[in-house]
């Protein structure tokens, strides 16, 4: 409950500088809403893609939602990442409501409405994933390493990298948590129920 609220109080200061380059030293167990401008040493090289998948719908590998590939990953990140800015951009909550899985995201997305200034619309692909590493796959979760752009958002297009927490809640992939650092608590996103959103 403490870390939501830390999370919470550090959402709003987040929100205005989203791209920004963020000190190095160190590493914060508060998780952040959105990813956040790090160096990155990760080696997995992903091609931009630009189609995306509804978060109504799993991408599916012989009929299970269990993510196997970075291609697959990289959709569904894509997918809840275009909602979340989406969301913003048209400050419609039922957007972010559809593409988040805690309140804290909610909430921090509640923040970025006033807050979050687009130079266009968000378009799938614009947002570009320059590494993407799978953390975590398996039935209930799905945690990737990601390095990637959104050039739609007034300011410097600078790349942001992150651990991502996605949850499955039975009929899509829902974005749970972000990381600022790979060494992060990530992993206590990945267990226990989604409570309901406010």
Same mark, same amino acid.
């Given at each position: 409950?403490?870390?939501?609220?830390?999370?919470?109080?550090?959402?709003?200061?987040?929100?205005?500088?989203?791209?920004?380059?963020?000190?190095?030293?160190?590493?914060?167990?508060?998780?952040?809403?959105? &990813?956040?401008?790090?160096?990155?040493?990760?080696?997995?090289?992903?091609?931009?893609?630009?189609?995306?998948?509804?978060?109504?719908?799993?991408?599916?590998?012989?009929?299970?939602?269990?993510?196997?590939?970075? @291609?697959?990953?990289?959709?569904?990140?894509?997918?809840?990442?275009?909602?979340?800015?989406?969301?913003?951009?048209?400050?419609?909550?039922?957007?972010?409501?559809?593409?988040?899985?805690?309140?804290?995201?909610?909430?921090?997305?509640?923040?970025?409405?006033?807050?979050?200034?687009?130079?266009?619309? &968000?378009?799938?692909?614009?947002? @570009?994933?320059?590494?993407?590493?799978?953390?975590?796959?398996?039935?209930?979760?799905?945690?990737?390493?990601?390095?990637?752009?959104?050039?739609?958002?007034?300011?410097?297009?600078?790349?942001?990298?992150?651990?991502?927490?996605?949850?499955?809640?039975?009929?899509?992939?829902?974005?749970?948590?972000?990381?600022?650092?790979?060494?992060?608590?990530? @992993?206590?996103?990945?267990?226990? @129920?989604?409570?309901?959103?406010?």
């Amino acid at each position: 409950m403490i870390r939501r609220l830390l999370a919470g109080l550090i959402v709003v200061g987040l929100a205005v500088g989203i791209w920004a380059l963020w000190p190095k030293a160190g590493s914060d167990p508060t998780p952040t809403t959105m &990813p956040v401008a790090v160096e990155t040493t990760t080696t997995t090289t992903m091609a931009a893609s630009t189609t995306s998948s509804p978060t109504t719908s799993s991408t599916t590998t012989g009929g299970s939602h269990v993510v196997t590939t970075v @291609e697959e990953a990289e959709e569904i990140l894509r997918s809840l990442w275009l909602g979340w800015f989406e969301g913003i951009y048209n400050q419609d909550e039922d957007r972010i409501r559809e593409v988040v899985g805690t309140q804290t995201m909610l909430d921090a997305a509640r923040a970025a409405f006033e807050a979050l200034e687009f130079i266009v619309p &968000p378009a799938a692909d614009a947002i @570009e994933f320059e590494e993407l590493e799978i953390l975590r796959s398996d039935a209930a979760c799905l945690a990737v390493w990601i390095a990637g752009t959104a050039p739609f958002i007034d300011g410097p297009t600078t790349t942001t990298a992150s651990v991502d927490v996605m949850r499955w809640t039975g009929t899509r992939w829902v974005l749970v948590a972000t990381w600022q650092f790979r060494e992060d608590l990530w @992993e206590s996103d990945c267990d226990g @129920e989604l409570e309901p959103l406010s």
